[in-house]
Structures are given as structure tokens and as C-alpha cells.
Nanobody
Framework: QVQLVESGGGLVQTGGSLRLSCAASGRTASNYVMGWFRQAPGKEREFVAAITQSGGSTYYADSLKGRFTISRDNAKNTMYLQMNSLKPEDTALYYC?????????????????WGQGTQVVVSS
């Protein structure tokens, strides 16, 4: 079992930055591919970014490339999402997720490990 806890959300003005954290406990985070998702009010959850166990490979939603950066520190069992140039449409509940090795590295399933989310609000 892996427990995931997100933090770092909050209220920020358009153009501002936030860094989200996802702390993993229970098992060594370095065993898992980890990712970020978000869900805005009235919308479906969408993929944001993901990172492999070692941090050597990353994958982003096309619309977010250049503004968001995913990283991880396995010594701290923590994954991060640096968000820059934030826009009101980035307002959402941000979740982290983790899964073990599988075909389809970037595919996350409902049965994987998920956190409870951290709220990000970008004011205009």
C-alpha cells in the first residue's frame, strides 16, 4: 500500500506560481511511476504530467508544456509540480497518483494509488 498526500495548493493571482508536493508513505516511492491530474468544477479529471521511477523520463499534457514542470526526490519520497504563469483556467483540484511497473508507463487506472487532492485557485 502507498499513501499519497498532496500539499502546496492555494490562491494565487494570474501569472503567479505555485509548487505542489505529493508525499508518499507506506512503500518506497522510487518503485512507482507517479503523476499529477486535475479536475475543475463541472469537468472530468484530466492528466497533467507524469514521471518515471528514477525521474529520468517525464510526460506532459500538450497544453501544459512549458508552464508546468514535474520532478521527484526519491530520497524524500516526494514528487513535485512547479506551476508557472498560472491562468484562471488552471483552477482545479490537483491530485497525485502512483502505479507500479506496467506496459503503458503513462497510463493510470482507477485502481492505482491516488491522493485526496489539493485545491488551486487562480484569480483573474
Amino acid at each position: 500500500q502507498v499513501q499519497l498526500v498532496e500539499s502546496g495548493g492555494g490562491l494565487v493571482q494570474t501569472g503567479g506560481s505555485l509548487r505542489l508536493s505529493c508525499a508518499a508513505s507506506g512503500r518506497t516511492a522510487s518503485n512507482y511511476v507517479m503523476g499529477w491530474f486535475r479536475q475543475a468544477p463541472g469537468k472530468e479529471r484530466e492528466f497533467v504530467a507524469a514521471i518515471t521511477q528514477s525521474g529520468g523520463s517525464t510526460y506532459y499534457a500538450d497544453s501544459l508544456k512549458g508552464r508546468f514542470t514535474i520532478s521527484r526526490d526519491n530520497a524524500k519520497n516526494t514528487m513535485y509540480l512547479q506551476m508557472n504563469s498560472l491562468k484562471p483556467e488552471d483552477t482545479a483540484l490537483y491530485y497525485c497518483a502512483a502505479h507500479g511497473p506496467r506496459l503503458g508507463t503513462w497510463k493510470f487506472l482507477e485502481g492505482d494509488y491516488w491522493g485526496q487532492g489539493t485545491q488551486v485557485v487562480v484569480s483573474s
